[in-house]
C-alpha cells in the first residue's frame, strides 16, 4: 500500500519533501510549484547555476538635457560616453547636462584643427566621426575631426555616393545639413544668338531654391558667354542689399559652372575671345565686392566636371531645366544683359 502511493509522489530536490506529482509542473519538473513561487532564490542543481529574481539585468535610463532646455532619455551606456568624451557634464544623479549643441560642436571641431583636413592638410569645413554611430559612435569632442571629403571618401569608400547597380549609374543627392555652406548651381540655355535664359540653383541647410531669367544680347555670343553671364547673375544676388542678412553668415561660398576650363578664363592673363572680356571684368569686380561684404566667407568658383563634384549632377540638371522653363514663355519679359555688366 505504501509503494502504491509513493508512485503519486516525487521529492523536490528543492525542498527535499515527497509531494503529489499534481504539486509539479510536469512529469519532467524537478522542483515543486510552491518553491518556484515562495522561493525567491532557487537552485538550479542540475544545471549548476542560481538565479536570483533580484539582480536580472538592469535597463536604466539617465536625462538629458540639451543646450536649448529640451530633455530627452538615453541609455545609461550613451550617457557614459557623453560625459567622458565631453559632450556632457553630470548635473544629478539622474541628469547630464548637454555642453555643446551641433553648432558649437562644430566650431569646436574645426577650430581646433585650425579649419585643415587632418589627412591631406587642405582648407576644410567638413567634419566626420572617427567611430561611427553603428559601430557605437557619438557626436563628440572626441570622436569628430576635420577631414575633408575627398579623403573622407578614400578612407570609407562604402560612403560614396555613386554607385553602379546592374550597370547603370546612379548618383544621390546628399546636400550638406549645414546651414553656413552655400552652394549655387549655374547654368544657361541659348534660345538664339540674342536671347540667353539663365538658371540659377541655391543649396543650404537641405533646402533647394531655384530662380531664373532672360537676358538679350546686342552681338552673337556664345554658350561660353551664357554661362559665364549665369555666374554674373549669381554674384549680382549675393551683392543685392536685399540678401545680405540671408548669407552674411555663411562660412563658404561654391559657384559650380559647366565651363571645363573656368579657372583658366578667371585667373590667367593669356589672351582669349573679346566678347568675353566684359563679362569677365565684372565677375571679378563682383568677387572683390563679395570678399568685402562677406568678409568670413569663403568663395570660390569652381568646375562642375571635377571627380569630387560629379555627386552634385543632379542639381546642375535642375538649374538647365529652370534656365530653359522660361525662355520660350513669350509672356516671360526679357532683361537687357546692359542692366547687369
Known sequence: MIREKLKFRKECINCNKNRLISQFTSSRSRICNICKITSRNTTFIYKGVTYNRRTKRLKGVITLETKDGKKRKIKISDAKLYVKQGRAIIKDKSTISEQFNEEELRDLVLARADYRCQFCGQESHNIEMIKSSRDGGKRTPLNLHCICEKCEQIINPSKNDESIIIGIRKSRARPSWDNRILKIFCDCSMYSQEKIGVGLVFIKNQSIRTISEVFSVEVAVNS????????????????????????????????????????????????????????????????????????????????????????????????????????????RKVISVLNIL
Open 224 to 331: 561660353v558667354y551664357g554661362e559665364l553671364l549665369a555666374i554674373v547673375y549669381a554674384l549680382n544676388h549675393l551683392v543685392d542689399t536685399k540678401n545680405r542678412s540671408e548669407y552674411i553668415h555663411l562660412r563658404s561660398i561654391t559657384i559650380y559652372s559647366d565651363v571645363n576650363h573656368i579657372q583658366h578664363l578667371l585667373y590667367t592673363d593669356s589672351q582669349v575671345n573679346p566678347i568675353y572680356n566684359s563679362v569677365i571684368r565684372k565677375i571679378k569686380e563682383l568677387t572683390l565686392l563679395v570678399t568685402v561684404i562677406y568678409p568670413k566667407t569663403a568663395l570660390s568658383i569652381q568646375y562642375l566636371g571635377d571627380k569630387e563634384n560629379r555627386r552634385d549632377i543632379v542639381f546642375y540638371n535642375l538649374a538647365h531645366d529652370m534656365s530653359r522653363k522660361w525662355i520660350n514663355q513669350k509672356k
